[in-house]
């Protein structure tokens, strides 16, 4: 939820995208110190209990959500999409302590600079990432499309129950570890897909 919070403490939650790495900052800032305040209200026993800290911060994002209930539906429509594109290729390059290529990867992402001005090995992480999404996007469109010709509606339905719930639970946040969830349904559309295309040829 500290997630979650973070992206609808401010009113205007149109303005939830920074495009520069000051942006960035002063947002990350602003949430700190509004952060902060909201915990003022809990002892130095409660702050040291993630449950306890981590509903305060829920039910203030709650409360943020409902009183801009029609920014909160506009940003997401705006920013869920990107979701799927996440590859987690910043983490990689992190985990890897390539700190260069993760500063790169940053401005690429903020628009800050070009696909062109990317470190070779950072378009090939990426290109191949987008490739496997696309292609497992594909698999499970088709599978999709097979289930509803072939009418069979109870495994459509109870995969797309699940696969809306975790969408309508992830919201606006699009880190690419948020995707985990959507990858059980997504994967089963996926292999049957797959498994329709085999068995056609």
Known sequence: LSDW???????DLKSKIPNTVEAQLKFENNFLEKRESILQVLTN???????????KLG???KSEILLNFPEYIDTVVKRHPRLYFGTGTIALFNLLGDNYTVDEMKQFVSGQIKWNALPHK???????S?????ILYAFAFF?????????????LCILLIIYAYF???????????????LLPSLSILGAYGLFSLIKKK
């Open 5 to 11: 919070s973070s992206d609808v403490c401010s009113s």
């Open 59 to 61: 039910s203030f994002a």
């Open 122 to 128: 950072a378009q090939i992480v990426q290109s191949v």
């Open 167 to 181: 969408t309508i639970l992830i919201g606006p946040v699009p880190l690419t570890r948020y995707r985990v969830m």
């Open 45 to 55: 026993e409660q702050r040291l209990n993630p449950m306890i800290v981590s509903h």
């Open 143 to 155: 599978g999709g499309t097979r289930l509803i010709l072939k009418k069979n509606w109870i495994p």
């Open 130 to 134: 987008w490739s496997i999404l696309i």
